[in-house]
């Protein structure tokens, strides 16, 4: 069966050609620390942290990451009231990405652009909200919203940049758990290369801080953050990192076929090479390392390059205890314990992003292709002796010689995992 | 509640539920939807609101009854005597 893999791998990469290449040609993003890339990249060099604190029903004050984007460049008033906060997050998304690519939406077919957004939960927001509301009511039910439905559906986040946007190709979401925003990705590439849409908006979002129940599932777990000052709260890879971060924010990336970014002269913020997508099988919490091993060699084959090619991988890790430690033990069966490559993370700036995290994740280390410098993780102040590598890229940044291949794992729930691989754009 | 009352209410609950609408030139006798942007959810809401402020709650079939301003505060004015 592995040497079936290795073949399809290598097929898969001497078929490559202009039109089986897929490119990132724009990015719209909201995260706690930046609300575009520039901005999100200069603060992820600058060790500046976007997480705070949020007054949330039952549980009082909890530590968050919570986006400042303004939603009325792009709504009007009724339709934030209307829509959800993830729809308000994803349509900022899509909207900056588009701009960004410099596509003018009048001159492309709608119908033949694709929107696939990864999201960990849907609707718990909402539903909430609504049974806290009818709790002013005695629970009767007559007060229960009639906006309930078309805000909990699971496509809502998507289904709401189509009504922004007049889209009118697919749009729905993947529920993948925290590896969401990269099975958005890859859902996007599979589409292009099946020619079902021309043009593909992907990536995922996250409303979740509104959410008490997940502060409280995770609180009752043992894993969720606490820490005095709410910017050193989510440390993977310190000894005292103690739990997860929740956030919210979005990514959306324009993916595109390599002959139609060259044709209209598109900028080319990097290639997707390599992806791969496992099932742990074993555990409704806990990560298995041998899977996510898998995962990422697997991600490798389908590049088509060797664990030495890799210059950065961006880790999933959440600052759980046994989370962190799982990945860098999965990273040593990919990459060999000795491995020299350059290891960071972003949630220690942002907290974890939820179904946004895979992409939001992956495009702030974009911008080493071109300014060949790693962003660090921070809040390291006593590095776990268990998460150590050559090059962990602690608490600043690091320049270095050339970046060609960058990837980024994303691992989720009920063992879901995935790995994407980025290359340079070379013609 | 006396009539004006009442109208400046309905205009309140209504600029809550549709903020981009200029409400300032509606004219009470003809159709609400016809003179600003707004559809059959946004008018659940002022059904809604009037369930939640004052626990009236309008049967299905006389909705039309309140489609204009002039209809609404009519409808309405005896129901709200006592607020």
Known sequence: MVAQGDDIGHDIAAKMNDETRIVITGIGLTAPNGNNLTEFRQNLLAGKSGVGKIETHYMGEVIAGICHFDPLKYQKKKEVRRGTRAGSIAIYCANEAIADSKLALSSVDKSRIGIYLGVTEHGNVETENEVYNIKQFDYNVDFWSHHHNPRTVANNPAGEITLNMGITGPHYTLGAACAAGSIGIIQGLQMLLLGEVDLALTGGVSETPNTFGVFAAFKNEGALASHPDPQKACRPFDKNRNGIVVSEGGCICVLEKLSAALERGARIYGEVVGYAINSDASDFILPNPQRQTECMRLALKKAGISPGEVDIINTHATGTREGDKAECQAIRGAFGDDTEIYINNTKSFIGHTMGAAGALELVGNLPSFEDNIVHQTINVDDLDPDCAFKNLVINEPRKVDKVDYILDNSFGMLGINSALIVKRYEE | ?83
Do not use: C, W
């Open chain 2, 1 to 83: 509640m006396k009539a004006q009352d009442i109208r400046a209410m309905i205009l309140e609950v209504i600029h809550q539920i549709v903020p981009d609408e200029d409400l300032s030139n509606l004219k009470g006798d003809v159709r609400i939807r016809d003179q600003i942007e707004m559809d059959s959810m946004d008018f659940l809401d002022i059904m809604m609101e009037l369930r939640k402020r004052y626990g009236i709650k309008v049967p299905e079939e006389d909705y039309m009854k309140l489609s204009t301003l002039d209809g609404s505060v009519a409808y309405l004015e005896p129901l709200m005597k006592q607020f």
